[in-house]
């Protein structure tokens, strides 16, 4: 029975973070509505960064993005599935939105990586990540399917599908075996187009976890009950040896 709160509590979330990819917006928060329970989505974030994930609980959940100052900038409802993790982007474009993107794990041996084209000026690019090219005349607002590569360093590249020409371009982009990474082009609106790249579902929180385990939340649920159980079969067995010791020291039978 003591599992039962904060177990149940911790295996029946979804992980949740944030992209703010909103041009010119300023800072903003993500927040997440369900069941009348109202949280927020890490910390406030601004132009170009990734939250950590947040514990949310799974089911039909409203998100609401909020200016510094608690104007309403966009909102969306979206399902949520137990354990699985997920990305919210806010995008701009003249009528702000925000996209709810699952996230997938990576095959055994291999790297996986996708791309979402968040920049609304640009028109149509490619993204190359190497010699691969991993996105062609992706639209904004697109979402690209993931790739499966081998794990390294590669560079990435946008680019133009007219002529090639580059937009931008960033070295060092390290993915490793058994991973996804999600790659946002982002820019415009008087800001420099660029690519942030983000692996998924390893982000660690920013802010304080929501679930009330820490970064245990994440793990295997058959580890953290094997945790937990040894946890109170200890404190039991203390107990009882406190209690035989006490007895002893009296003489009592």
């Known amino acids: ?33 369900e069941g009348g329970i109202s949280q927020r989505i890490g910390r406030q974030a601004g132009f170009g960064e990734i939250g950590g994930y947040t514990g949310v609980p799974a089911g039909r959940v409203t998100f609401e993005l909020r200016a510094r100052g608690g104007r309403a900038l966009a909102s969306t409802r979206e399902q949520l599935r137990n354990r699985a993790h997920y990305t919210v982007v806010a995008l701009g474009g003249g009528s702000e939105q925000l996209r709810v993107l699952r996230e997938g794990g990576g095959p055994g041996g291999a790297s996986r990586v996708r791309v979402v084209h968040a920049a609304p000026e640009l028109g149509r690019v490619d993204v190359r990540l190497g010699d691969a ?17 081998e794990p390294g360093a590669y560079a990435l590249a946008v680019t133009r599908p007219s002529d090639g020409s580059n937009i931008a371009a960033r070295g060092g982009v390290a993915l490793t075996a058994g991973t996804s990474s999600t790659a946002f082009v982002i820019g415009s609106a008087g800001e420099p187009v660029r690519t942030i790249v983000a692996a998924d579902r390893t982000a660690a929180p920013r802010g304080a976890p929501a679930t009330g385990l820490g970064g245990l939340a994440d793990e295997d649920p058959e580890l953290l009950l094997a945790l ?26």
């Open 1 to 33: 029975m003591l599992l039962a709160g904060p177990a149940a509590s911790a295996w029946g979330d979804a992980r949740v973070r944030f992209v703010h990819a909103i041009p010119g917006a300023g800072a903003a928060q993500l927040h997440a509505a």
């Open 133 to 149: 090219r991993i996105a062609q005349r992706a639209g904004f607002g697109d979402v690209g399917s993931y790739t499966t590569v």
């Open 228 to 253: 937990l159980a040894g946890l109170l079969a200890a404190l039991a067995g203390g107990a009882v040896y406190v209690a035989l010791t006490s007895r002893s020291r009296r003489g009592g039978p």
